[in-house]
DNA sequence: CTGCTTTATCGTATTATATCGATAATCGGA
DNA sequence: TCCGATTATCGATATAATACGATAAAGCAG
C-alpha cells in the first residue's frame, strides 16, 4: 500500500473501474453489448449529450482498453473489448473470494491488529 | 441511456466502481481482506498518507457499501462489506457474459445500426 | 480536388477529487 | 470529570474530470 511502486496490475485495473465509475460510461458499455459494432453517432443519438462529449468518453474507455474501435468508412465502428472484460471479471472475482462476514452482518470483537 | 432517469442500481454500481477506482483505495480494500477488522490506524501506518486523507478514503469506500465500520473502543473496526462485493461480482460477471468477440481479434465489416 | 459526413481535438468554464494541517468529536481509563 | 488515544470533519489548495461549442482531421463520393 506504501506509494513506492504500485504493480502496474494494480494501475490497470483501478483504471478500468474509474472508466466505469461513470454512469454514462456504464450506459455505454450497456448499449456496446446489446449493439456490437455501432458507431459514435449511435452513441450520440441515443444519450443526451455532445458529440465532443461522447467522443471524450469513448476515449476514456478506449484507454482503459474497455472498448476499441476500428475506422468504418468516415465513421468509427465501437466494440467492446471482450480480453478486457474477462479480466476484469476475473479480478473480481479474485477479489471478492474468501471474504467472510465479519462486522458487517454481526459485529465481532477484535482485537487491535498492530500494537 | 438517455440522462432523464438513470435506475439507482446504475448509479449505484457506478459508485462502487468509483470508490474502487483509486490505486490507495483498492490497495485498502486488499489489506482489508487480508486483515478482517483492522482499524484505520493500520491503514495509516500501511500507508503513506496523512490520517486525514485515510479516513476520507474510507470514507468513499463507505458510502459506496464497500466496507463497514464497528466502534471498537476509542477506535474503529473496518471490514469488507461482503454482501456488496457479492453483488458486484454477479453485477460485472452480468455485465461480461454473453459477448462475443467483434472488432478486437478480427475486425468484422459491419453495417449502420441506426439510420 | 471539392464537398459531405463523421469523429477527434482544442479552449474554456464549471464541478469534483485528492491531499494536507488544524481542529473537533468520541470513547475509555485514571 | 479530565486526559490521552483515535478518528472524523473543516478549510485551503492543487489537480483532475466533465461538459460544451467551435474547429480540425479523415475518409468517401462525385
Redesign the pocket.
Known amino acids: 500500500m506504501k506509494n513506492v511502486t504500485l504493480p502496474p496490475t494494480e494501475e490497470r485495473l483501478a483504471q478500468i473501474f ?1 472508466a466505469l ?2 454512469p ?1 460510461r456504464l450506459q455505454m458499455v450497456r448499449y456496446m453489448a446489446e449493439h456490437p459494432q455501432c ?3 449511435d452513441l ?1 443519438l441515443a444519450s ?6 461522447v ?6 474507455l478506449r484507454e482503459a482498453g474497455v472498448v476499441a ?1 476500428v ?1 468504418e ?4 465502428s465501437y466494440c467492446l473489448n471482450v480480453d478486457t472484460l474477462r479480466w476484469l471479471r476475473e479480478q473480481v472475482a479474485f477479489l471478492t473470494q474468501d471474504l467472510e462476514a465479519c462486522c458487517v452482518v454481526e459485529p465481532v470483537v477484535s482485537e487491535r491488529s498492530i ?1
Chains 1, 2 share one sequence.
Open positions: 474509474r465509475g461513470n454514462l458507431i459514435t453517432g450520440v443526451d449529450l455532445a458529440q465532443s462529449t467522443s471524450e468518453h469513448l476515449k476514456v474501435g475506422v468508412g468516415p465513421a468509427r500494537k
